[in-house]
């Protein structure tokens, strides 16, 4: 296989994973509360992150001096905004979901001009206000129709983005040396543990009542794209720039949208689906370089 084809594959299946992740939550939340689900998912997930760590040579364990940061990444970068994701999902569909979480560049561009000092590109900046302003008006458009339930979900698929892109903008000003695997192996398992506490004290789990379908809901979950999304995200970045690697975010939306819509009858309004060009032209902007609109002369050589 070429590097062209290798790419490509990786492309694909970066975006199918994260694509089919929001129905796959969704399945999971027939018969498993939504904090077990989602510790259960870290708890398979963790050990095979460290086997994959050791295999590609990256350190289990946080450097020293900043081993503080692997409670904080557990609580706030998989604890916390996983659960409000699934727990959102009670509330709204897995294409709406989807495509609040693809707003997340938006965020982190937004959130790293805040607190890193970011300049950002006129280009950028037009990029963000248009997904801002066209994802409101996409909310506003679903939740006329949805009601109370819909804003509960909107909120918390909100918060979730909040929380990744604060957490991305602190882990690139302190943590920046850490390796992938490094950055996900602990943290998901002591989050898991953390989110199994959590659920003992406020779910009534049976876990009699867990249909197959769930349990392997949860196992895709943890296996597939806890795993299999990590890995296949960090090595697309590797062999393509990060604006083609960022294009994921685009198109995973769009996956979730057709799959919601195939299995589940759930349609955006046609006002939203009008609004979604929009959305993802202003997520396309605020990631692509500078250098595209860098205009530069050709100059013409007259041989004598």
Aim: proline share 4%.
């Amino acid at each position: 296989m070429n590097s062209k084809s290798f790419t490509f594959l990786l492309f694909i299946s970066v975006c199918l994973i994260w694509g089919t992740t929001w129905f796959a939550m969704e399945v999971a939340l027939h018969s498993i509360p939504p904090i077990f689900a989602t510790a259960l998912r870290f708890l398979l997930a963790a050990p095979l992150l460290a086997v994959l760590a050791k295999v590609f040579g990256q350190p289990l364990f946080f450097p020293k001096g900043k081993q503080q940061w692997v409670i904080i990444v557990a609580l706030m970068y998989f604890a916390i905004p996983f659960t409000l994701m699934i727990y959102g999902e009670q509330y709204i569909s897995s294409g709406l979901a989807s495509i609040i979480f693809a707003n997340m560049p938006v965020a982190v561009m937004l959130m790293s001009g805040l607190f890193l000092g970011l300049r950002l590109a006129k280009h950028q900046v037009f990029g963000l206000i248009t997904a801002v302003v066209s994802l409101c008006f996409i909310l506003g458009n679903e939740m006329q129709m949805g009601g109370k339930d819909y804003l509960i979900g909107t909120i918390c698929l909100a918060m979730a983005v909040a929380i990744h892109a604060v957490m991305y903008v602190l882990v690139q000003k302190h943590c920046k040396d850490i390796q992938v695997l490094t950055y996900n192996a602990v943290p998901c398992f002591i989050a898991s543990l953390f989110l199994f506490a959590v659920s003992a004290l406020g779910e009534n789990v049976n876990v009699q009542t867990f249909t197959w379908d769930s349990i392997s809901a949860v196992v895709y979950l943890g296996l597939i794209a806890s795993v299999g999304g990590i890995v296949a995200y960090f090595k697309l970045g590797q062999v393509s720039t990060p604006f083609q690697a960022s294009i994921c975010f685009l198109i995973f939306p769009v996956v979730a949208l057709l799959i919601s819509a195939y299995i589940n009858g759930e349609m955006l309004s046609q006002q939203s689906l009008i609004l979604m060009l929009p959305l993802l032209c202003g997520i396309l902007l605020t990631k692509a370089p500078k250098q595209i609109f860098k205009f530069r002369p050709v100059m013409k050589t007259v041989k004598d």
